[in-house]
């Protein structure tokens, strides 16, 4: 009997609590800016800190409030940087911007204790492994970002650059000369 009242009371206060909830969730509603979601949007979204920001979600209010400049991701490139320029309408000089260089982690297993230090601060989970077993990194997934290097006491973490393969090949843009023309 005691129990039939114990089932019917946390019911009640779960459907209450829930109610409570969605009202305040509609009410209480915080509005975000379309421009930091549309700049949020452009970014990688792998939250990994190379720009300085702890995610892109800060980075993003950051160039929305002006604090960064539109060459602030490294993962992205010149591309990133031109589509922030574009969505913010701001004048753009990629002469010092030089194209990052795509690199990829690699796990020496000589070396490599299973410490789990490495996968612990992966902000793409690229590193796949077990506790005191040797870990190995999803290539595909690896962004580069070189805080599993960092943080390896046994230094069985480089990086190495990306292996051209069919699947990643692209194809080199033509140089110009001074007439604007490209060279063949």
């Known amino acids: 009997m005691y129990v039939f009242y114990a089932i019917i009371s946390l019911t009640v206060l779960g459907l209450v609590l829930g109610l409570l909830l969605g009202i305040a969730a509609k009410y209480l509603k915080v509005e975000s800016s379309p421009l930091v979601d549309a700049l949020e949007a452009l970014l990688p979204g792998s939250q990994c ?5 702890p995610g892109c979600r800060p980075a993003a209010e950051a ?8 060459t602030m991701c490294p993962p992205g490139g010149s591309a990133l940087a031109e589509q922030i320029a574009a969505l913010l309408g701001v004048e753009l000089d990629l002469t010092s911007l030089k194209e990052p260089e795509l690199l990829v982690a690699k796990v020496s297993e000589a070396t490599c204790t299973g410490c789990t230090r490495c996968f612990k601060v992966c902000p793409t989970d690229a590193i796949v492994g077990a506790p005191k ?8 997934a690896c962004i580069g ?12 973490l480089q990086m190495h650059p990306i292996e051209v393969t069919l699947r990643n ?3 080199s843009k ?7 023309k490209a060279l063949c």
Request: proline share 7%; with cysteine; charged share 15%.
């Open 145 to 156: 970002c070189k805080k599993c290097v960092e943080v390896c006491p046994t230094e069985c």
């Open 169 to 171: 090949w692209r194809w």
């Open 133 to 140: 077993q040797i870990h190995a990194v999803v290539a595909d």
């Open 49 to 53: 800190g190379q720009c300085g920001f």
């Open 174 to 180: 033509p140089l110009l000369t001074t007439t604007g």
């Open 63 to 70: 160039l929305a409030d002006g604090l960064a400049p539109a």
